[in-house]
Structures are given as structure tokens and as C-alpha cells.
């Protein structure tokens, strides 16, 4: 379909979603980039942020994904995902909940080794908190 974007993205462990959309925004390393048909091939990795899917008047689907790689060809847009959470299924109450969980974990470590695994998961909730506003 010329006027589609074929999208499809997926995760080290299983594809994610596959769809002919109207246009994808990426998060790529230097900024937001917009994909639309017949876009110019390029590759760029992505920082931690949301993925847009737009497609006919339907609702923009929303997906954070804490990084990766894009791939652009004329055809369209495939995205390696690290890891990928729909928008949708985060609640601001249960993710601040688990913020003040990670917090009081880093307080409480009793070594650096827990103290850095409780710092990257609370680094980690902190951006999905911040692409919920």
C-alpha cells in the first residue's frame, strides 16, 4: 500500500506488533523523527521514549520503549525494541507507588552491587513516569 506505512516492532523475546499505518514518530538518539510513506531509508537508535502509531482517525497508539534501533526503507519501519510497555496498560498511581518502593530500596541497600540495581530500576520508573505527562 503506497499510502501505508508497514510498521512492525519487536522485542528481544517475541514481535510486538505488526500494522500498515498513516505515520510513526520515533524517539531516535538526536530527536523525534516522523515516518510517512515512502520516507528515506535510514537507521538510528533510539533513546527512552514513546513511539507514536497513527492510523486513520483511530486512537495514537502509544508505546514506551527504553531504547533500541529504528530501521527505515521506502516500504517503511521496523523497530528493534530493548524492552516495549504499552502506554496504556501504566497507571500514574501504581507506577508512583513503585517509585517510592525503589527509593526507600536504594535507601536500604546494603551494598553497592543492590544499591546500583535499585538506582537502575528507579531510574527506569522515572521514565515511564515522565513520558505518562
Request: proline share 4%; charged share 30%.
Amino acid at each position: 500500500m503506497a499510502d501505508k506505512v508497514s510498521f512492525e516492532m519487536v522485542s528481544p523475546d517475541r514481535l510486538l506488533k505488526t500494522a500498515d499505518v498513516d505515520m510513526v514518530i520515533v524517539p531516535g538518539m538526536e530527536g523525534d523523527f516522523g515516518v510517512l510513506p515512502g520516507h528515506a531509508p535510514l537507521i538510528s537508535t533510539m533513546r527512552p521514549g514513546v513511539v507514536e502509531i497513527h492510523d486513520e482517525g483511530n486512537d495514537v497508539e502509544q508505546i514506551f520503549v527504553r531504547g533500541g534501533f529504528a530501521e527505515v526503507t521506502t516500504e517503511g519501519v521496523t523497530i528493534l525494541a530493548e524492552e516495549a510497555i504499552a502506554m496504556a496498560d501504566l497507571g500514574r498511581g501504581q507506577l508512583e507507588q513503585e517509585v517510592s518502593y525503589a527509593r526507600e530500596d536504594i535507601d536500604d541497600a546494603k551494598t553497592d552491587e543492590a544499591r546500583d540495581r535499585a538506582q537502575h530500576k528507579f531510574d527506569q520508573l522515572i521514565q515511564l513516569l515522565d513520558a505518562l505527562d
